[in-house]
Structure formats: structure tokens, C-alpha cells
């Protein structure tokens, strides 16, 4: 989805250095790339799950890999603990691709028509979400599961539902969400009590 290289590769110069450019960051001069600029080992180790989702998400982007820079992709590893979630979420700019490693997911996604699609995954298959649309991975294996998630953008962003909803800095009023979900403000005041940080 990110624009075509014009170029065999744009590794990322370090934050700071180089001027601004769009698509992408600042190369690296190309006198100082090497090759560990193509080598990113952050994913043969898993992020904790002892919190409240029971998830764990490594994100393998740009940011984290500065050699994706201009190429168009990017991998994420999600480690779920046993009833574990990643909790609904979307991404502006990336269709993903959800690989099965370990254990069982149900992975599911949200047409624009309303549409439920879901599938429980299974080491070694695939399902694909969308660009855009919102989605979630749920451990429903007795065991920790854990996927590779592959997106067609070097920087996907992501929205998660509960928190762009209820912890949005500054707030969005009560009464709107109370409006827009059809219930009292009493029930939009528990639940961001649930998102919002201190
Ligand atoms: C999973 O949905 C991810 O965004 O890595
Ligand atoms: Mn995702």
C-alpha cells in the first residue's frame, strides 16, 4: 500500500539526523549501511502477557526495523496467553496477514457492511483482515498461541477501539459517547475509568 521504492533501499537514518522526507524517513547515507540494517531479532523472543488482556504485541515496524524504510512491509508477533486478547483494533494504512505459529486463535474482522467474518486459526494457516477494518485475535486454546502478523505498509499505525474511544487525551464528552452507544452516562464513566491513564 505505501508508495513504490524508486530506489533498491532507504535504510532509516537514527531519529534526529537527516532532514525530513516524504515517503518514508531520511536514509542512512548509503556508505554506512550494513547488513544487520536488514536484520531485525527482536521477534525470536515474545512480549509478556501477564496484564489485563493477556496479550503480548512485538511490533516490528519502521520505528522498531529502520531497513523497511520505503519497502512496503513490516511484521508484527503477537503472543496470547491462554483466553488472551488483542483487543479490537484496526490499522489506517495496512491489510495484515495473521500467520498461526503456535496454538489456536480465533481471528476475526468487521465489514463496512456489518458483517462478522471470523475463523478459528490454526498453526501453520493464515486469515487476512482488511485494510482498515477492525479486528481482534483470541486465544481459545488451552495453551499460550502465538502469530506473525505481515502488513503491506512500513508503518500501519494502529487505532484500538476502547482506547481511541474511551481514553482519548483530552476526553470526548460523556454525553456524546452516552448518545452514540444508547446508554446512560453512568456506563461511559465505568468503562473509561477502565481506559483513561492515572
Ligand atoms: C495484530 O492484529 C497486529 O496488529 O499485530
Ligand atoms: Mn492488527
Redesign the pocket.
Known amino acids: 500500500a505505501d508508495p513504490e521504492p524508486v530506489q533498491d533501499f532507504c535504510v532509516a537514518a537514527p531519529h534526529g539526523s537527516g532532514g525530513p522526507a516524504f515517503p518514508g524517513l531520511p536514509c542512512k547515507p548509503s556508505s554506512s549501511v550494513v547488513s544487520d540494517d536488514f536484520f531485525f531479532a527482536a521477534h525470536a523472543r515474545g512480549a509478556s502477557t501477564d496484564n489485563a488482556m493477556g496479550s503480548g ?1 512485538t511490533p516490528g515496524n519502521v520505528e522498531a526495523f529502520p531497513g523497511l524504510n520505503t519497502l512496503g512491509v513490516s511484521i ?1 508477533r ?1 503472543d496470547l496467553a491462554p483466553g488472551g486478547v ?1 483487543p479490537l ?1 484496526s ?1 489506517p494504512r495496512a491489510a ?1 496477514l ?1 500467520h498461526v505459529v503456535v496454538g489456536e486463535m480465533l481471528v476475526g474482522f468487521v465489514s463496512t457492511e456489518g458483517r462478522f467474518y471470523s475463523k478459528v486459526v490454526r498453526e501453520g494457516e493464515s486469515f487476512v ?1 482488511p485494510r482498515g477494518l477492525m ?3 483470541y486465544n481459545v486454546g488451552k495453551s499460550a498461541a502465538r ?1 506473525m ?1 505481515v502488513f503491506n505498509s512500513q508503518l ?1 499505525g ?1 487505532v484500538f477501539a476502547a482506547t481511541a474511544l474511551f481514553g482519548a487525551e483530552p476526553e470526548i464528552p460523556d454525553a456524546v459517547l452516552a448518545k452514540s452507544f444508547q446508554v446512560d452516562a453512568e456506563i461511559i464513566k465505568l468503562i473509561k475509568s477502565k481506559n483513561r491513564k492515572g
Open positions: 504485541v508484527n503477537v488483542n483494533h490499522h495484515e495473521v483482515i479486528h481482534f485475535q502469530a502478523t500501519p494502529v
